[in-house]
């Protein structure tokens, strides 16, 4: 049996090294295949039954060797919604069997993957190179968390979001302890206040009165702001001086009133007050108000905004001196804005799908998350770089993972340099089993030969 059993052996190993050349094959074919992992092949001894002394080397076989779990390069790839896993964990994808009135019907089969080459296609579904559907958990777009626990095929919609009113301007300056008004004269003691002929912290100043309020006060910024509609209107800001500092008796604080123009129209503008006197101490802080205050009923050319909080902080207003005589408007700022249409969609960082829109907001629309799995290697491979669990590999295991890196795709894990160094060790092998086969086959003659 020993010619027999080695031509056996011989043979086990051809077919072995084949099965390693096929694999290496595989491997170098798709080496540019996005988050492709390689197959290597695992030798395993197969020995007959003898006794101590008389042991054979045996026969071999060979079995595939998952390499699930070794990362591949993530390089960016310039498309807002391509994403490379950087870790562990696989998207959550499924296909689509069929249409129904233009749109995917999909299969209730669960599938993963690597490959992260998504776009969104013309039904606004994400859909990756492969042909596989990415899955996510919808978000409330109030309250920003997942509206259920099961993900789904995740649609990017065109859907207007609607307008939302001002309700909140954000101010910070610092005002000259000098103004430099229109009729304001360093010569001329008290002509940097307001202007005498008018009455002093009056609720609007309109006709000829809304010219000397503005020769007599200075600029304080503009910020647009939007009604419930989303119509957007221009608030002007002025402030005008109408008391400095004074030791008394009695004692008083250096005084501002703050006005906005409620009205543009020529030969009918209009000011009107925003809350109370802004006072200042000694060392330029605001002394009152000591809350924000409330811009009541704000209307632009006739367009009603509503009541509008001025959110000053705790000391965004203060007065200083300033050789230009102007206000420093650092922060002007508000939370309203106009409907919106989608003009693109991108990847956050902590792996949220943002709309992003044409009135300049952003919204998060899905959650994408990561399934890992307790045996990663024994997941079954499928077409497109997807997989599917199996016993061996467990259930998947929803939210854990690696972090994903938006404009960005992982590479194949193959190194083409190592496996031509397999495929020469392979040739090698094969060539080797072939001379075992040449040298039975002439023992076999040999013996044959005897009887002649």
Request: aromatic share 8%; hydrophobic share 35%.
């Amino acid at each position: 049996m020993g010619i027999f059993g080695a031509l056996t052996t011989a043979v086990s190993g051809l077919a072995a090294q084949s099965y390693a050349l096929e694999n290496i094959s595989g491997n170098i074919a798709n080496s540019q295949t996005s988050g492709f992992k390689r197959i290597d092949t695992s030798f395993v001894d197969l020995i007959p039954d003898g006794g101590a002394r008389r042991e054979l080397a045996g026969s071999v076989t060979a079995y595939s060797r998952a390499t699930n779990t070794i990362q591949g390069q993530v390089q960016a790839s310039g498309v807002n919604t391509n994403m490379g896993i950087n870790g562990s964990g696989y998207f959550m994808v499924q296909q689509a069997v069929g249409t129904l009135d233009n749109q995917p019907v999909f299969s209730n089969a669960a599938y993963y993957t690597r490959r992260g080459d998504f776009t969104v296609d013309a039904n606004g579904y994400m859909v990756n190179g492969a042909g596989y559907f990415l899955r996510g958990l919808k978000l409330d777009p109030t309250t920003g968390n997942p509206s259920g626990s099961s993900p789904e095929a995740i649609r990017i919609t065109n859907d207007v979001i609607p307008a939302k009113a001002t309700t909140s301007v954000t101010y910070r300056a610092s005002l000259p302890s000098v103004p430099a008004t229109s009729r304001y004269q360093a010569s001329v003691p008290g002509s940097e206040l307001i202007d005498p002929t008018l009455a002093a912290g009056a609720a609007t100043y309109g006709g000829a009165d809304a010219a000397k309020f503005v020769a007599s006060s200075v600029s304080g910024g503009s910020v647009t702001a939007y009604d419930p509609l989303g119509n957007p209107v221009n608030v002007q800001v002025r402030w005008a001086k109408t008391a400095n500092a004074s030791a008394g008796p009695p004692a008083t604080e250096a005084t501002w009133s703050a006005y906005y123009q409620s009205s543009s129209a020529s030969g009918s503008e209009a000011w009107t007050r925003i809350g109370g006197d802004f006072t200042f101490n000694s060392t330029g802080q605001l002394t009152s108000p000591t809350t924000s205050p409330t811009i009541s009923d704000l209307t632009v050319n006739g367009v009603n905004v509503g009541n509008v909080k001025l959110d000053i902080g705790t000391a965004g207003i203060s007065q200083y001196a300033r050789t230009d005589g102007t206000v420093l408007v650092t922060t002007i700022d508000q939370n309203g804005y106009s409907a919106g249409k989608l003009a693109n969609v991108s990847i956050t960082e902590s792996g949220r799908i943002r709309g992003n829109y044409t009135n300049g907001q952003s919204l998060d629309l899905f959650q994408i998350p990561l399934a890992t799995f307790q045996g990663e290697n024994n997941l079954k491979r499928m077409d497109g770089g997807a997989f599917a669990e199996t016993a061996e590999s467990g259930p998947a295991i929803i939210g854990g993972g690696g972090r994903i890196s938006s404009n960005a795709l992982e590479s194949s894990n193959v190194d083409v340099s190592e496996e031509f160094t397999k495929l020469i060790v392979t040739q090698q092998a094969y060539a080797s089993n072939t001379r075992i086969v040449t040298t039975a086959n002439q023992m076999l003659q040999e013996t044959i030969n005897m009887i002649r």
